[in-house]
């Protein structure tokens, strides 16, 4: 079945360093990558996603590539701002029909201190 | 703006008690998803239905949850009885799902305590 391996937290950085947050994943056929992000006391936010191999998913400053070859999709941001503290996600989707539910890693802590 | 709504937001309930979660998706989504998130177990999924018919519900322990779509603007899931191991936070999710990287939607969760 679909699974998701993600970095154990939590991760502690200093106002703008430079974040990696692993995740790597098992899938049969050619999964969507996806990273979430949930807020104390709020639901998961899309942050962004992938569709396919070697696309890039971009949003506030983040970035993920998707590596078929090495099954990852590592969560990287430049330069972190307190603001973005918060527990990451990474999910994969099946995407055919009946495949569609997302398969989360464990969450990744994260704190940023100024 | 558009998003997924579940009530109650916060419940405390004693041990045997029925309780019963709500969620309104999002307007035009065809598939509804149950997730359960722990300390422990992290977020799991509990059920999921597609154009309001029950997909996967294998995630569920069925002698106490029960899970429906009594039409296409709301979703129940439903524990009975409650026990204190079923305390966590239920997020309702729904999408419009028509082929790969769909993007699906989460509520602001109901968080459950059972004492």
């Known amino acids: 079945g679909n699974s998701v391996t993600q970095m154990e937290g939590p991760v502690t950085l200093s106002e703008e360093a430079f974040l990696t947050i692993n995740c790597t994943y098992t899938?049969?056929?050619?999964?969507?990558l996806f990273w979430y992000v949930q807020y104390p006391g709020e639901g998961l936010q899309l942050l962004l996603k992938?569709?396919?191999?070697?696309d890039k998913g971009s949003n506030k400053g983040f970035e993920a590539t998707y590596r078929k070859e090495t099954t990852s999709f590592h969560l990287e941001k430049g330069s972190v701002q307190v603001s973005d503290s918060a527990v990451y996600f990474c999910?994969?989707?099946?995407?055919?029909?009946?495949?569609?539910?997302?398969?989360f890693g464990t969450g990744t802590r994260l704190t940023i201190i100024p | 703006d558009a998003r997924v709504t579940q009530t109650p937001r916060h419940k405390v309930t004693e041990m045997g008690q029925e309780v019963t979660m709500r969620c309104q998706p999002i307007l035009g989504h065809n598939t509804v998803f149950w997730y359960r998130q722990t300390m422990m177990q992290g977020l799991e999924l509990l059920a999921y239905f597609r154009n309001r018919a029950p997909l996967d519900d294998s995630g569920m322990p069925k002698d106490r949850f029960s899970a429906e779509m009594p039409d296409a603007t709301l979703a129940t899931l439903k524990i009975q009885p409650s026990e204190p191991r079923d305390s966590a936070v239920y997020f309702c999710?729904?999408?419009?799902?028509?082929?790969?990287?769909?993007?699906?939607?989460f509520g602001e969760g109901s968080w459950l305590t059972v004492v």
């Open positions: 999710a729904s999408g419009l799902l028509q082929g790969s990287g769909n993007t699906i939607y």
């Open positions: 992938a569709t396919k191999a070697d």
């Open positions: 899938a049969t056929g050619y999964p969507s």
């Open positions: 999910a994969l989707s099946g995407g055919n029909f009946g495949n569609e539910k997302l398969t």
